[in-house]
């Protein structure tokens, strides 16, 4: 790792391969990998690539593993037997999903957040069994922790065999509460599966305080890992009924075992877990975490003030996300009108943002990451006052 790395802000920029005049504020959708964890894969993959065999040698190849696993469980609270390496977090909450039985009927509690491919994934496993899926709708934008942990109370049966809650939600930003989710679920019975895609290094995170039977959760969004690098965190108890959606060699070994091969692939993300979290250390830690939530706030509220609409959430259920209301956007509520808005920002702006419809609004989440600064939340504001009017107009005079 280098030495004396550059504050956060616009000098901590160049240690990110982004383009010049690109305004990036898109770090949650898929992370952004920096140059010197980029510069430890390249040698992890020249590595795996002159000699393979002496590569994936079991033997040299699983203590690797096992060191990267201990880092990331180290980072999270974890200890480093309960916990796994998986490509991404779908590809771990798919993994809970296929090692459990799902009675005829039996009836899965979210809510209506739920993240649309975990939503696909449940329906998988329940449609065959004659299931449910029940979403709890949450209040919106803004839902109390009392009336999130109130409206998923209301959903849960005594069909209900197992409860998914988003740690943080992707479309509001919003941070569920789901310690006591989980410990509600927990005083009925009922398993708790969390996804936490967007928690390790947004936000400071204890895994096992959740309380949750399953938390998966990427290292490749906000700790930096090279894309295909998520955890997938299992309670002791339940740890020898969990399998990988690939059984392979491993099988009857044990986790570390079974997910550490699951057919030849590319390992090198998972190698290089320690170098992204010495980078994130480097940058900050803990520090570097409260820094962004700092300027995603401080960048949600002049948004915000600008547009004079609002962010989803409140200030303390946000870390270095928020999603915020498009102004006039209320007319022109359409898929097609967030992809528009979001081309247009792109193109005549060079802003990277997402866009999307919900609640009958149009809503923009912005990500505040070491490399952002807030005079690149003003520019979004100034372009999206200067092209959400003319979203408004007959298709023709856009
Ligand atoms: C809440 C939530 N769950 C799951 C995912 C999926 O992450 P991945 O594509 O890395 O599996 C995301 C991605 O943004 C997410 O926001």
């Known amino acids: 790792m280098p030495e004396g790395l550059p504050a956060a802000g616009a000098g901590a920029r160049t240690l990110w391969p982004l383009p010049q005049g690109l305004t990036f504020l898109n770090h949650g959708s898929f992370g952004l990998t920096p140059k010197p964890v980029l510069q430890a894969q390249a040698r992890l993959k020249h590595e795996m690539e002159r000699d393979p065999p002496r590569f994936f040698d079991h033997h040299k190849l699983m203590p690797r ?14 200890a480093p037997q309960d916990l796994v390496l998986v490509d991404n977090a779908t590809t771990g909450v798919n993994a809970v999903l296929q090692s459990l039985a799902f009675p005829p009927g039996a009836e899965v509690v979210s809510t209506d957040q739920v993240y649309p491919a975990v939503r696909n994934a449940l329906r998988h496993r329940l449609e065959p069994v004659g299931g449910r899926l029940i979403e709890a709708a949450l209040p919106w934008p803004v839902a109390s922790d009392d009336a999130i942990v109130a409206a998923v109370e209301r959903a849960l049966t005594p069909r209900t065999v197992l409860a998914a809650f988003d740690l943080i939600a992707s479309r509001s930003a919003v941070r569920l509460p789901v310690e006591r989710l989980a410990a509600l679920c927990r005083g009925l019975g009922i398993p708790a599966l969390v996804d936490a895609a ?14 949750a039977d399953w938390v998966a959760g990427n290292l490749h969004k ?78 949600a509220a002049l948004l915000s003030h600008a547009w004079r609409t609002e962010a989803a959430g409140s200030p303390d259920q946000r870390n270095a996300m928020a999603s915020v209301r498009v102004p006039g956007s209320e007319r022109f509520a359409t898929e097609e009108a967030a992809r528009l808005l979001h081309d247009r920002l792109l193109r005549r702006h060079r802003i990277q943002v997402p866009v999307f419809p919900f609640a009958g609004a149009l809503w923009l989440r912005i990500s505040a990451q070491a490399y952002n600064e807030l005079g690149e939340y003003s520019r979004l504001a100034d372009a999206v006052l200067a092209e959400a009017p003319k ?3 007959p298709a023709r005079s856009r």
């Open 198 to 211: 967007h928690g390790p290094g947004q936000t400071p995170l204890d895994i096992p305080a959740l309380g």
């Open 391 to 393: 979203l408004d107009r």
């Open 222 to 299: 906000w700790y930096f890992a090279p894309r295909g690098c998520a955890l997938l965190w299992v309670r002791p108890d339940r740890a020898a009924a969990l399998h990988p959606t690939v059984i392979s060699h491993g099988y009857g070994g044990g986790l570390a075992a079974e997910f550490g091969w699951t057919g030849t692939r590319d390992v090198t993300p998972f190698l290089s877990v320690p170098a992204a979290l010495s980078f994130h250390r480097a940058l900050g830690g803990p520090a570097l975490m409260e820094r962004n939530r700092a300027l995603a706030a401080e960048a």
């Open 65 to 78: 593993l096992a060191d990267a696993r201990a880092a990331a469980a180290e980072a999270l609270g974890a």
